[in-house]
């Protein structure tokens, strides 16, 4: 009884944090007032997933950088940095660690994407078919084409459109000025769903 009354507490967290403004929640997305992207905000202790059938964007950089949990833990992440994005097909996944349940959330489907401005993903993990127009790769991370910008010296690339087919990405954070999530469906799992 204890034991399904702390999962019931667990699952009711994972919701109201899922509940989208733009899409909120350190496991998944943040609104940043007036496009300022390069914003520092706790991560919760669990990674998530996200997956899409196809991602365009424009205005994409990605450089090292680190993210923090609130007990001070701080973990290396790729951050990737896109002005404009359309996902097809979006999917989001998180577990809670040690608790059979989870959230799912899916949007974009019927060939109306989801569209997101000043997005910003510090992940662990990216897979899928990607093509880059005018990429520059080895740039100074504190000069690459974008708003948002990595430390002096340390290595980048960036390129002023992406495409990704059949992304699949490990994610600790992802914010983004606007998120607009068409055909929004939000819901909690047994824990074993997830988008891959």
């Known amino acids: 009884m ?33 496009g300022a992207v390069p ?8 990674t998530f997933q996200v997956a899409a059938s196809q991602l365009e964007g424009t205005g994409f950089s990605q450089y090292a950088g680190t993210v923090t949990a609130k007990d001070g833990t701080t973990h290396p992440a790729s951050i990737a940095n896109i002005a404009t994005a359309k996902l097809y097909d979006l999917c989001q996944s ?13 949007a974009g489907g019927g060939g109306t994407p989801a569209t997101a401005t000043n997005m910003q993903i510090g992940m662990t993990d ?20 974008t708003d948002a910008k990595g430390s002096a010296g340390d290595f980048a690339q960036d390129a002023d459109s992406v495409e990704i087919k059949n992304l699949k990405q490990t994610a600790w954070s992802t914010q983004a000025s606007v998120f607009n999530l068409a055909g929004l469906h939000l819901q909690l799992t047994d824990g074993k769903t997830t988008c891959f």
């Open 39 to 46: 914003v520092a905000f706790t991560v919760s202790g669990s």
């Open 94 to 106: 998180v577990v809670v660690p040690g608790m059979p349940v989870g959230l799912k959330i899916t």
């Open 126 to 145: 990216l897979q899928g078919d990607a093509t880059f127009n005018n990429i520059r790769i080895g740039v100074d991370a504190s000069t690459v084409n």
């Open 2 to 34: 204890k034991l399904r009354s702390l999962a019931a507490k667990r699952a009711g967290r994972v919701a109201l944090a899922a509940i989208p403004v733009g899409i909120a929640a350190s496991l998944l997305m943040t609104g940043v007032a007036n």
